[in-house]
């Protein structure tokens, strides 16, 4: 069609023999949402980096994209530069990853706007930033401007790169999975934004997602791709409401229901006992900024306790303070009855090294210069294990989290988005600990992957006895998981309880806010 953005035509990528993208055509049109879907490795970040000159190292692509009418496949470098400068913008992944973390993000704009709207000037960059920043509905953007990329919140990070993506008035935006890992009202504010600027800026998406209830919310088109190969596409609706395809409705199926999690009856845990005791909890951040403020909260053995609330609201500091990390201001947080506090440096390490941590963020939880089998037996390593013991616990990690033993072999790099918290999951069960603390161990994989990591995280738990803090911005992979449910606010516990009484009838408003943007699939 003569209005489309981004045509593609029988789309191929391949690393020399091995194809990865094998003949996907579609269009992106101004105004309109167009979502590629599948699994982690399914070819989505490929297929649509390798559109606009930005495949990997050593890939060979051929086929036919189109931006505008102009041919995108063998044109030369100076040319995709100077395309993706001024007609497309990009949203990556990672946000933390995506900016230089000793870099101010101003100085990152300054770098930005000179290149893609040739602005020099300090004082006009400044102001050109602050009005993009605006745009992408940050309420403070000199503060942002002013700011390392630590020192903003997840949800920030992402309006930040948003708001660079626009930068130069592109016509077609590629965003990549634009609200991983976010929790759910900062996602509801990205969905929000995104469709705004759509309408708005006649813009063109492309939106690459495992995420089916943000496509089914916000997306016009959707393709569905299974290794590499386009297995349906059409209209968003159409694809949700009646899928033709067996791995479509596979995708559709391992998408939690918060309705089933409300319904599911609690395990008995193994003991009332508490495992874990956090009593008036007070965490500080500089002088006028408390993280938490005066939580206290249990964690029975055998049971999982999950923690929700939106990016700020301290979950991982309560995390992290449970697993020594973080030194509380005031309050106290007892492990089996002991206070780590109180006990010799010797037996401190005895006792957090039968705590599993897993982090959110496993591209900088991972050593990248090291294999994903040394960094799997690390906490073996320093229990003073042997090598042959480490190796076959490593090998056994693995597989319980469904990769191949050879995956030891490999660097983090060479693992996708979902493979690498998989990583991060086995290494924090390594060590067979007695309580995991998992900060949102599955937000970067996509449904059905994460279907089975949460199938192996209820299997351990039933099978083990152990006691988990389970963090996550995914209200209903929590109402899977958990048996009772802890909602945090501004550093305040504000609910506390069962799940079919927190998710299913909860007191507070701002619970109902939380279940209120949970996206939906049927919501349209």
């Given at each position: 069609?003569?209005?489309?953005?981004?045509?593609?035509?029988?789309?191929?990528?391949?690393?020399?023999?091995?194809?990865?993208?094998?003949?996907?055509?579609?269009?992106?049109?101004?105004?309109?949402?167009?979502?590629?879907?599948?699994?982690?490795?399914?070819?989505?970040?490929?297929?649509?980096?390798?559109?606009?000159?930005?495949?990997?190292?050593?890939?060979?692509?051929?086929?036919?994209?189109?931006?505008?009418?102009?041919?995108?496949?063998?044109?030369?470098?100076?040319?995709?530069?100077?395309?993706?400068?001024?007609?497309?913008?990009?949203?990556?992944?990672?946000?933390?990853?995506?900016?230089?973390?000793?870099?101010?993000?101003?100085?990152?704009?300054?770098?930005?706007?000179?290149?893609?709207?040739?602005?020099?000037?300090?004082?006009?960059?400044?102001?050109?930033?602050?009005?993009?920043?605006?745009?992408?509905?940050?309420?403070?953007?000199?503060?942002?401007?002013?700011?390392?990329?630590?020192?903003?919140?997840?949800?920030?990070?992402?309006?930040?790169?948003?708001?660079?993506?626009?930068?130069?008035?592109?016509?077609?935006?590629?965003?990549?999975?634009?609200?991983?890992?976010?929790?759910?009202?900062?996602?509801?504010?990205?969905?929000?934004?995104?469709?705004?600027?759509?309408?708005?800026?006649?813009?063109?998406?492309?939106?690459?997602?495992?995420?089916?209830?943000?496509?089914?919310?916000?997306?016009?088109?959707?393709?569905?791709?299974?290794?590499?190969?386009?297995?349906?596409?059409?209209?968003?609706?159409?694809?949700?409401?009646?899928?033709?395809?067996?791995?479509?409705?596979?995708?559709?199926?391992?998408?939690?229901?918060?309705?089933?999690?409300?319904?599911?009856?609690?395990?008995?845990?193994?003991?009332?006992?508490?495992?874990?005791?956090?009593?008036?909890?007070?965490?500080?951040?500089?002088?006028?900024?408390?993280?938490?403020?005066?939580?206290?909260?249990?964690?029975?053995?055998?049971?999982?306790?999950?923690?929700?609330?939106?990016?700020?609201?301290?979950?991982?500091?309560?995390?992290?303070?449970?697993?020594?990390?973080?030194?509380?201001?005031?309050?106290?947080?007892?492990?089996?009855?002991?206070?780590?506090?109180?006990?010799?440096?010797?037996?401190?390490?005895?006792?957090?090294?039968?705590?599993?941590?897993?982090?959110?963020?496993?591209?900088?939880?991972?050593?990248?210069?090291?294999?994903?089998?040394?960094?799997?037996?690390?906490?073996?390593?320093?229990?003073?294990?042997?090598?042959?013991?480490?190796?076959?616990?490593?090998?056994?990690?693995?597989?319980?989290?469904?990769?191949?033993?050879?995956?030891?072999?490999?660097?983090?790099?060479?693992?996708?988005?979902?493979?690498?918290?998989?990583?991060?999951?086995?290494?924090?069960?390594?060590?067979?600990?007695?309580?995991?603390?998992?900060?949102?161990?599955?937000?970067?994989?996509?449904?059905?992957?994460?279907?089975?990591?949460?199938?192996?995280?209820?299997?351990?738990?039933?099978?083990?006895?152990?006691?988990?803090?389970f963090i996550s911005h995914d209200l209903a992979v929590v109402s899977l998981l958990s048996d009772r449910v802890a909602v945090l606010r501004r550093?305040?516990?504000?609910?506390?309880?069962?799940?079919?009484?927190?998710?299913?009838?909860?007191?507070?408003?701002?619970?109902?806010?939380?279940?209120?943007?949970?996206?939906?699939?049927?919501?349209?």
């Amino acid at each position: 069609m003569t209005n489309d953005l981004l045509t593609l035509e029988n789309l191929r990528v391949a690393f020399g023999d091995r194809e990865v993208v094998r003949g996907v055509s579609l269009s992106a049109r101004p105004g309109r949402i167009t979502a590629l879907v599948g699994e982690s490795g399914s070819g989505k970040s490929v297929t649509s980096l390798s559109a606009i000159g930005m495949a990997p190292d050593g890939a060979t692509v051929t086929g036919s994209a189109r931006l505008e009418g102009e041919e995108l496949v063998g044109a030369g470098d100076a040319r995709l530069r100077d395309i993706r400068a001024h007609r497309v913008g990009v949203v990556f992944q990672e946000p933390m990853r995506s900016l230089t973390p000793t870099a101010k993000i101003g100085r990152v704009f300054r770098d930005l706007l000179r290149v893609r709207e040739g602005i020099r000037s300090r004082a006009a960059a400044a102001e050109r930033a602050a009005d993009l920043l605006t745009q992408a509905e940050l309420r403070d953007p000199r503060r942002i401007l002013a700011s390392h990329p630590h020192e903003v919140s997840g949800g920030e990070l992402q309006r930040v790169l948003i708001a660079m993506a626009l930068s130069g008035s592109p016509r077609l935006l590629i965003a990549d999975e634009p609200t991983t890992a976010l929790d759910v009202t900062v996602q509801r504010g990205i969905l929000d934004l995104l469709g705004r600027l759509v309408r708005e800026l006649d813009l063109g998406v492309l939106l690459i997602t495992h995420d089916m209830g943000v496509v089914g919310e916000l997306a016009d088109e959707v393709v569905v791709l299974n290794g590499g190969v386009p297995v349906e596409q059409g209209p968003a609706s159409s694809v949700i409401t009646w899928p033709q395809e067996p791995y479509t409705r596979e995708l559709l199926a391992a998408v939690p229901s918060l309705a089933e999690g409300r319904a599911r009856v609690a395990r008995d845990s193994a003991s009332t006992e508490a495992l874990v005791a956090v009593h008036d909890l007070t965490v500080s951040y500089g002088h006028d900024r408390l993280a938490l403020d005066g939580v206290s909260l249990d964690i029975r053995r055998g049971e999982v306790l999950g923690v929700v609330g939106e990016s700020g609201s301290g979950k991982s500091t309560l995390g992290r303070a449970i697993a020594g990390l973080v030194a509380p201001a005031g309050g106290s947080v007892l492990i089996g009855g002991k206070d780590p506090a109180a006990l010799s440096a010797r037996e401190r390490r005895a006792l957090y090294a039968k705590v599993g941590i897993v982090f959110q963020d496993p591209a900088s939880s991972l050593n990248p210069r090291r294999s994903v089998g040394w960094s799997i037996g690390e906490p073996l390593r320093l229990a003073g294990r042997s090598q042959a013991d480490t190796e076959r616990a490593v090998r056994d990690a693995l597989e319980r989290v469904k990769l191949p033993a050879s995956f030891a072999q490999r660097f983090p790099h060479q693992l996708s988005g979902g493979q690498r918290q998989r990583v991060s999951i086995a290494r924090g069960l390594i060590s067979d600990p007695v309580l995991l603390i998992a900060d949102e161990p599955t937000s970067a994989l996509d449904v059905t992957i994460q279907a089975r990591v949460l199938e192996i995280m209820r299997e351990t738990v039933a099978d083990t006895g152990l006691s988990a803090m389970f963090i996550s911005h995914d209200l209903a992979v929590v109402s899977l998981l958990s048996d009772r449910v802890a909602v945090l606010r501004r550093g305040k516990l504000v609910e506390l309880g069962p799940v079919s009484q927190v998710l299913g009838e909860p007191e507070e408003d701002y619970t109902r806010e939380l279940l209120a943007s949970v996206p939906d699939p049927s919501r349209r």
